[in-house]
């Protein structure tokens, strides 16, 4: 169907839509309204039963608007990887320790995660440490009894 409808169809008009049973579109009379968003619909040629929803409105975006999810956009993310390779390169893997939440580890430590591989820390307080991965920076417990 080409254009958005904005109500339900009224009970017993018709709509066009994809039938997937026949496999093309079809013409579907509107049978019942199940919610004040959608109704149940019948295809005119097989009979199989559809539901039909409406869709909302998009709203349109404020420029520079940050999502509300607070995640920054692709083009402002920075690049992991190219992060990592930096920090590998100047810190180097030689002196990998293995991560345990009872060690305790200091700016620029090499440290083997066994689930997110080898990282690099990049900050340290007595409690956390933020270590960069190769695919993103994770803040990791450390120096716990």
Known sequence: ?????TELPAVARNINMP????????????????TPTSA??????????????????????KPGALKKSGRVSKSRE???????????S?????????YSMKSKFQLANAIQHPKF???FVTNATNEKV????????????????
């Open 130 to 145: 933020d270590v960069a991965f190769q695919d993103g920076t994770r803040a990791l417990v450390h120096n716990r009894p």
């Open 117 to 119: 591989g080898v990282g």
């Open 19 to 34: 039938c997937k049973k026949c496999g093309v579109d079809r013409y579907f009379v509107v049978v019942a309204h199940t």
């Open 78 to 88: 920075p690049d992991h990887a190219a992060i990592w390779n930096d920090l590998k």
């Open 1 to 5: 169907m080409s254009e958005q409808l």
């Open 40 to 61: 149940k619909c019948k295809c005119e040629v097989c009979g199989a039963t559809k539901t039909f929803k409406l869709t909302k409105p998009k709203a349109e975006k």
């Open 90 to 98: 100047q810190i180097g893997d030689d002196n990998v320790v293995a």
